[in-house]
């Protein structure tokens, strides 16, 4: 039988067609390598999270499932352990943020790197003016 993933809960995954689209359409960006980040801010909404996160590894530059997989846990995990004092900054302002995390180098990094990388992320995410 297969575990629930309770580190991250599905009210935190952006997830649907039309909020994908909409956030790849609409959404502003930055690069802080091995990582593109697309953002953008929306009104609050009582029935959603104050920050939803897509991660997204592209099969051009992994074409294993499984290397693809450790990417994506490992950014998932950088998430879970930094995300505090982003989602306090975002509750305060009465906002919502949806995000998406997408890795864009071509070789796997160690963990160190990945949680850094998030890290960075995620102070960059904090200081903006929302």
């Not at 359409?25 to 909404?45: C, H, I, K, Q, T």
């Not at 590894?57 to 450790?70: G, M, S, Y």
């Not at 994506?72 to 004092?85: D, L, N, S």
């Not at 949806?98 to 960059?124: F, H, M, Q």
């Amino acid at each position: 039988m297969r575990q629930k993933d309770a580190s991250f809960p599905k009210g935190d995954k952006l997830c649907g067609i039309k909020a994908v689209s909409e956030l790849f359409s609409g959404g502003r960006g930055f690069n802080l390598p091995p990582l593109r980040v697309v953002y953008r801010v929306m009104p609050a909404d009582e029935t959603l999270h104050a920050v939803r996160l897509l991660v997204s590894v592209p099969r051009r530059h992994f074409k294993r499932a499984v290397d693809r997989n450790l990417i994506r846990r490992r950014i998932k995990e950088a998430w879970r352990t930094g995300k505090k004092p982003l989602e306090s900054v975002i509750e305060g302002t009465g906002r919502r943020l949806e995000l998406a995390i997408i890795w864009s180098d071509t070789v796997i990094r160690p963990y160190d790197e990945t949680l850094k990388a998030v890290n960075d992320v995620i102070g960059r995410l904090t200081r903006l003016k929302y």
